[in-house]
Nanobody, 117 residues
Framework: QVQLVESGGGLVQPGGSLRLSCAAS????????MRWYRQAPGKERELVGA??????NYAESVKGRFTISRDNAKNTVYLQMNSLKPEDTAVYYC????????????WGQGTQVTVSS
């Protein structure tokens, strides 16, 4: 059974940092692309960034501030968020997709990140 469990969210002041984790189980983690999305109240879910093989890509709004990494030995993907802004406030979700099997598309339950003074 595929499971994605996010953790690490919370309340942080503007300019602060948080590291989110997404622990995966139930599939061969190293074969799967991992993505982070976020959804703010009243807005659509948006892609924050992804790690595909050895490469990463990011939304323009977070480039230079956020870093995605993965530890295949721990079946975990991370989202390091620095220089946080109030507009980064959202529920953050991790997402697992497989390039070859389009029906392989799983989501975590989300973790709340609130950036406020």
């Amino acid at each position: 059974q595929v499971q994605l469990v996010e953790s690490g969210g919370g309340l942080v002041q503007p300019g602060g940092s948080l590291r989110l984790s997404c622990a995966a189980s139930g599939f061969t983690f190293s074969n799967v692309d991992m993505r982070w999305y976020r959804q703010a109240p009243g807005k659509e879910r948006e892609l924050v960034g992804a790690v595909t093989g050895g490469s990463t890509n990011y939304a323009e709004s977070v480039k230079g501030r956020f870093t995605i990494s993965r530890d295949n030995a721990k079946n975990t993907v991370y989202l390091q968020m620095n220089s946080l802004k109030p507009e980064d406030t959202a529920v953050y979700y991790c997402n697992a997709v497989h390039k070859l099997f389009t029906n392989f598309n799983y989501w975590g339950q989300g973790t709340q990140v609130t950036v406020s003074s």
